[in-house]
């Protein structure tokens, strides 16, 4: 499945003016394929990652997923896509403080409505495979930033999203943990044929990337593509 975002603009008003966030951007990203969105600080990737979401509304423009246009979506049929579809890694691992690591990703299922007790296997191998064998039974504070970091993706993954959007995930990481967490992003775009788009500032480790765009005052242009 694809995301394919089209002539997307957003704005935000600005006192009696009106800011333009995201300017007439187009983007597709293919199963399999992860994007880099590279870009200064305040150019608009956090607004794009969002109506990527369906968390926010363009103002005007395309949101496809999966061949689904999301414009046509009531808000509880754009929660339901989201749910079944869409994977959100945000910046800071918003991990639950008395929660073990597979309660984490168990907690996750328990909101999609699934048995919990059939996916304790799947979610201690979804662990595993973003590298934490022997460590599902801690808690955040017994795990390191990159750790809290890869629980984070593991439970972005655990609905088996086709697409999954990651904003900076690198940011409270030096620059081995940072390297690996992109390593194990592109890796699982591969393995699970998802459509990635990573938001960064972070213009290290964009080798991973089949493609990187950068944008600048809410527009978007190609930087290099190794598709
Ligand atoms: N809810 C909002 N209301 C008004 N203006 C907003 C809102 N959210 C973002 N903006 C403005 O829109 C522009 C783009 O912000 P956005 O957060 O998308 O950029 P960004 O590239 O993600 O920045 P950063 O890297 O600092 O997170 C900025 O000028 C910001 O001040």
């Known amino acids: ?127 595993a495979a973003v590298g934490l064998d022997g460590k599902q039974h801690r808690r955040p504070h017994q795990l390191s930033g990159g750790e809290r970091q890869r629980v984070n993706i593991a439970r972005a993954l655990s609905g088996r999203p086709s697409v999954l959007l990651v904003d900076e995930p690198t940011a409270a990481l030096d620059h081995d943990r940072g390297r690996q967490i992109v390593e194990l992003l592109a890796e699982i775009t591969r393995q699970h044929q998802v459509a990635t788009v990573m938001v960064t500032h972070d213009t290290e480790h964009l080798e991973h990337a089949d493609e990187v765009v950068e944008m600048r005052d809410g527009r978007l242009s190609a930087l290099s593509s190794h598709r």
Not at 19 to 28: M, N, P, R
Request: hydrophobic share 45%; charged share 20%.
């Open 1 to 127: 499945m694809s995301l394919v975002l089209t002539d997307l603009r957003v704005t935000y008003p600005d006192g009696d003016r009106v800011l333009t966030a995201v300017d007439e951007v187009t983007l597709q990203v293919d199963a399999g394929q992860l994007v880099a969105v590279v870009g200064p600080s305040g150019s608009g990737k956090s607004s794009l990652l969002a109506v990527a979401a369906t968390l926010l509304r363009p103002d005007s423009g395309r949101v496809v997923i999966g061949g689904v246009d999301t414009g046509g979506l009531s808000a509880a049929g754009r929660a339901r896509l989201r749910l079944a579809e869409v994977g959100i890694v945000f910046q800071q691992p918003n991990l639950l403080a008395s929660l073990t690591a597979v309660e984490q990703i168990l907690a996750a299922h328990h909101m999609r409505g699934r048995s919990v007790r059939q996916q304790r296997r799947a979610a201690a191998e979804l662990l």
